[in-house]
């Protein structure tokens, strides 16, 4: 920890004048939206808040020019991103050290992702159909479960829009690698009610997603015939939402979101070192219905049904039917918000979950259910100083009974300056591959179990804001898939005991019409057992983005910088760090139409994120946007 501690005070140190001078608010407090849902299951200023929590906006989005989520993700303040190949191939999201699926997703809080996997599939999500994203960091098991041991993210579809004149959308482009995107979406409202309609469709020749394995002697063998051609990508997707406000203020609202498409892959060598390209068709689709409404003054309760479905058909180069893994998520949640006075309230909820499992692969167990009952407080206390506490009972159908608590204190003081301290813990079930899958699940895993503390400081001073924090997280019976040697191909479930410290800083400002933003994570995720790095995470992230307007014209450019990450638990097999630079412009040519053009990967650094598994080279990206 002090060798974390001296090389961000150093880092700090030596970077802190070129921050001031070159600031950047893109996605910091000054643009964000002042009320948070994720963090407290409730609308919660965030300057009441002691989590870390970062928001991005629709307007964040056309911004950065972003064409999926994991794009938009990137470079995001204590999330770290690994992906096996290009556009549309799948895309892990390590919160904090801890492992990709220790993220808890929710789309208009709906849970989601994979129940086979356990993670969500982030490359499919439509970004065209997303108004915006909260990203909240640190355990949150005492508010939803197992899962959110690292965080949770939650996605907000379209909304309707506040006019009765119908709103439009268009986007429309092309690039690098035949990628093409489009994109509509028309919002609005009539008397008491509200519609949002969109559909999109993303499609792109891909890149070669896999390169041989120096360190497989199946990829060497001169007979092996590891396909080189390009893997193909193809999304299509659509977003329905609907509500309707009555006379006594309750409200009744609907929501759809569906995608579905192909992605190209190559799949790993077989006994005589050939590689096959397969082909996957994947459907993910989120289904909602809630209502709202007043019981007393001062009660406010909130029922929400729902199901999220994960499906994928794996086919053979000749189209030939392999295999099929389908889970369907159901979900229902009761919330009850009570207002005590206006620097108190209390969040008193219950929620349900049914996994099922439809597979051609033969699973012991195809079905599971949790159930689980929680209680928040949040209070105000001398003004500035707020307090959140939360408490949740689990039972899990297979693991049994789970207690989860968190405290979180906050205080804003003179001159700008917050502090915060946030301690809870946090479980998370093994998903059904964990314990089940053919040859490689592990029945005798047991539910992994997190202790974290946290502490932080920050400032908000006119034109400059930064943060501060330092996380230590404690995991017992951790989750790590490992090769069962360095050569192998074949990986398997072990638990292990885990450390993870960390510091994430973050500093935006405003100088001379410049907005800039740059943050750091430094992160050390061992275990305990072998003292080595925990695999597939980078211990430092580097991230900056400046932008500014010029009169019609709005200009950016962004670095992303990433020490070297290791492959397997025993860390024998290393990939490389890099640097990436992006840059961006637009032209408004009018208040309805805008031209956007993007530049990825500038210096067409060869380099990859999974080990053997390539990203793509230097490319760009034009689009024509209307909007009336």
């Known amino acids: 920890m002090k060798k974390i501690l001296f090389s961000t005070l150093l880092l700090t140190g030596a970077n802190a004048p070129t921050i001031l001078a070159q600031t950047d608010p893109a996605q910091n407090s000054v643009d964000l939206p002042e009320m948070v849902v994720t963090a407290t299951r409730s609308e919660t200023p965030k300057k009441q808040l002691s989590a870390a929590s970062t928001v991005y906006t629709r307007n964040d989005i056309e911004r ?9 993700l990137r470079g995001t303040t204590g999330l770290d991103m690994a992906q096996n190949g290009g556009l549309g191939q799948p895309s892990s999201v390590f919160m904090r050290g801890t492992n990709s699926d220790h993220v808890l997703v ?4 709906i849970k989601v992702g994979s129940a086979t996997l356990g993670s969500t599939p982030f490359q499919f999500v439509p970004i065209d159909q997303v108004e915006r994203v909260e990203i909240i960091r640190g355990p949150q098991s005492s508010l939803y479960g197992s899962e959110a041991i690292g965080g949770v993210i939650q996605i907000f579809t379209r909304k309707g829009g506040d006019s ?3 709103s439009f959308s268009l986007d429309a482009g092309g690039g690098s690698y035949d990628t093409y995107r489009t994109a509509g979406n028309v919002s609005g409202k009539w008397k008491n009610s509200w519609y949002s309609l969109g559909a999109s469709s993303i499609g792109t020749e891909g890149i070669n997603a896999k390169s041989p394995n120096p360190n497989n002697p199946a990829d060497s063998r001169p007979n092996q015939a590891r396909d080189s051609d390009r893997d193909g990508y193809q999304n299509t997707a659509m977003n329905a939402r609907a509500g309707y406000r009555f006379d006594n203020n309750a409200e009744i609202e609907a929501s759809f979101i ?5 992605n190209e ?3 790993a060598p077989d006994f005589t070192g050939k590689t096959r390209d397969n082909k996957a068709e994947f459907i993910t689709q989120t289904v909602g219905i809630s209502g709202k409404v007043d019981i007393l003054d001062n009660w406010h309760s909130t029922l929400r049904l729902g199901q999220s479905r994960d499906e994928s058909d794996a086919f053979f180069p000749n189209n030939t039917f392999d295999s099929r893994f389908n889970t369907t998520r159901w979900n229902a949640t009761w919330l009850n918000e009570v207002v005590l006075t206006d620097e108190h309230k209390l969040i008193l909820g219950s929620d349900y979950r049914l996994d099922e499992v439809e597979s051609t692969t033969p699973y012991t167990e195809n079905s599971r259910y949790d159930v689980g009952v929680f209680g928040e407080y949040h209070g105000q206390f001398l003004e500035d100083h707020f307090v959140n506490a939360s408490v ?8 049994g009974e789970y207690v989860t608590g968190n405290v979180g204190l906050r205080s804003n003081w003179a001159y700008g300056i917050s502090t915060f301290a946030n301690f809870g813990n946090a479980f998370k079930a093994p998903s059904f591959n964990d314990l089940y899958y053919p040859y490689s699940g592990n029945p005798k895993l047991k539910p992994e179990e997190s202790m974290s503390a946290e502490i932080g400081l920050a400032g908000n001073h006119e034109n400059v804001q930064w943060e501060l924090r330092a996380y230590h997280t404690n995991a017992n019976n951790f989750i790590i898939w490992s090769p069962i040697t360095p050569t192998s191909e074949i990986w398997k479930p072990f638990n292990v005991v885990a450390e993870i410290q960390g510091i994430e800083a ?3 400002a405003q100088l001379m019409g410049w907005n800039g933003k740059l943050s750091m994570n430094i992160l050390s995720p061992e275990s305990r057992e072998t003292n080595t790095r925990l695999p597939s995470r ?4 580097l991230s900056f983005d400046l932008s500014r307007s010029f009169g019609q014209f709005d200009v950016g450019a962004n670095v992303l910088a990433q020490d070297h990450r290791f492959k397997d638990l025993l860390n024998s097999v290393q990939t490389a760090g890099y640097v990436t630079v992006g840059l961006r412009a637009a032209y408004h040519i009018n208040k309805n139409w805008m031209l956007s053009a993007k530049l990825n990967n500038l210096l067409d650094k060869n380099y990859q994120t999974v080990d053997t598994y390539n990203q793509q080279g230097r490319n760009f990206f034009f689009t024509i946007h209307y909007n009336n």
């Open 258 to 262: 569906r995608a579905e498409g192909f």
């Open 506 to 508: 973050e500093i935006s």
């Open 106 to 109: 929710l789309v208009d809080g």
């Open 265 to 267: 892959y190559d799949n």
């Open 164 to 166: 009765e004149k119908p």
């Open 538 to 541: 980078a211990d430092k992230t």
């Open 392 to 399: 949740r009972w689990d039972k899990n159908e297979q693991f």
């Open 64 to 72: 950065l020019q972003v064409k999926t989520l994991p794009e938009l």
